[in-house]
């Protein structure tokens, strides 16, 4: 997650009543069944045994922007609203909510549906891919970007070099969204230049000192976001030397971008394949990616079999914005609340092949 995204999950927490004591306690650990004949979705959660007086229930159409009027309602002691005015083939967007009288105490979004055909095409993905790393592993490159275009993607490549600023990368994706007639993801694979952002413990917009509490993290942090947002007023004028790191701290005309927030709205779905600078592992950057495409390929292809649970080890609790609520928002919502664990993440992992 990056430091963006995670500060607005806090003001989210933190806008929630304060009554909850848990991460649980800020959610509702809902799921959803579906029934076919007749059409409906059951969503459901476990019973609450005091401090709760009502349910919420928004609904909309997956690419609606507003929720609009209230769907439905529960009461303090269900466990249970089902909805009747459901399509076959249609998906549903729910936004459930838990109150004790006025005070908003938990949150979690689901989507669902029945017989949803399956997406055959996903539009537009665009692979950067670090140069020297590309000549040492090319046919299993070639194999991963197979993997991609089988699951529905238009796939482009491009590659660039480790010494490249990140304003030529950005201009290579944009050539590429205009060539493809819009992107919709980009994958950055190898140590394509990382961009760096924030003035964290000096913007006068945000009070806290750093994204994880720790002043001695202010500064700007790796920003891949840059990639994605389609917006070029990105400034290089901060003096920000809170950091212990050097790669933190921020001086004007280093390269590094002062924005702390988002300037404009994220235009790609981006993530990074980065296995550079790992000297711990024995193996090198092009043996690690080798067999990161050899697992990522078995599962596509279900040759690894998983156990559809979620592993949650929360080492920090319900304090500072209830971070782990998350983690038990979506996999309620995956998985139901029995196959979620809480537990040890490597010693749950060593016994079985855990989704999440």
């Known amino acids: 997650m990056n430091i963006f995204s995670t500060i607005s999950i806090l003001f989210l927490v933190v806008s929630l009543g304060l009554q909850a004591q848990t991460n649980q306690d800020y959610t509702v650990q809902a799921h959803a069944v579906v029934t076919t004949t007749p059409p409906s979705i059951s969503i459901r959660w476990p019973k609450i045994s005091t401090g709760v007086t009502s349910y919420s229930i928004y609904r909309k159409a997956k690419n609606d922007q507003s929720w609009g009027a209230i769907k439905g309602t529960a009461s303090g002691t269900d466990t249970m609203w089902t909805d009747t005015d459901v399509t076959t083939g249609k998906l549903y967007e729910y936004n459930i909510q838990k109150r004790n009288g006025s005070t908003l105490l938990g949150i979690t979004y689901l989507l669902s549906g029945m017989e949803i055909p399956a997406v055959q095409q996903r539009g537009a993905a665009l692979v950067v891919v ?17 993997d991609i275009a089988s699951d529905g993607w238009n796939v482009f490549t491009t590659q660039v070099a ?135 390929h078995d599962f596509r292809h279900k040759i690894t079999q998983t156990a559809a649970k979620g592993v949650i080890n929360d080492q920090f609790g319900a304090s500072n914005g209830a971070n782990g609520s998350q983690a038990w928002r979506d996999f309620s919502v995956m998985f139901g609340t029995k196959n979620i664990i809480e537990y040890d993440y490597l010693t749950s992992c060593a016994n079985e092949n855990i989704l999440f």
Not at 220 to 249: F, H, L, M
């Open 130 to 146: 670090e140069k020297t790393l590309a000549a040492s592993i090319p046919k299993e490159l070639n194999a991963y970007l197979l």
């Open 162 to 296: 480790k010494t490249d600023a990140v304003q030529f990368v950005k201009s290579e994706i944009q050539r590429f969204d205009s060539i493809a007639g819009g992107l919709t993801s980009v994958i950055l694979l190898g140590h394509v230049p990382v961009p760096y952002s924030g003035n964290f413990g000096k913007d006068t917009n945000f009070k806290i000192g750093a994204p994880d509490g720790h002043i001695e993290h202010s500064g700007c942090w790796p920003a891949d976001v840059y990639y994605a947002i389609d917006y070029d007023q990105w400034t290089d004028t901060a003096t920000n030397t809170n950091g212990v790191r050097s790669e933190n701290k921020n001086l004007p005309g280093d390269g590094k971008f002062d924005n702390t927030s988002l300037p404009a709205p994220v235009k790609y779905h981006l993530g990074r394949i980065d296995l550079s600078n790992m000297p711990l592992f024995p193996l090198s950057e092009a043996e690690l990616t080798k067999q990161y495409f050899k697992k990522a």
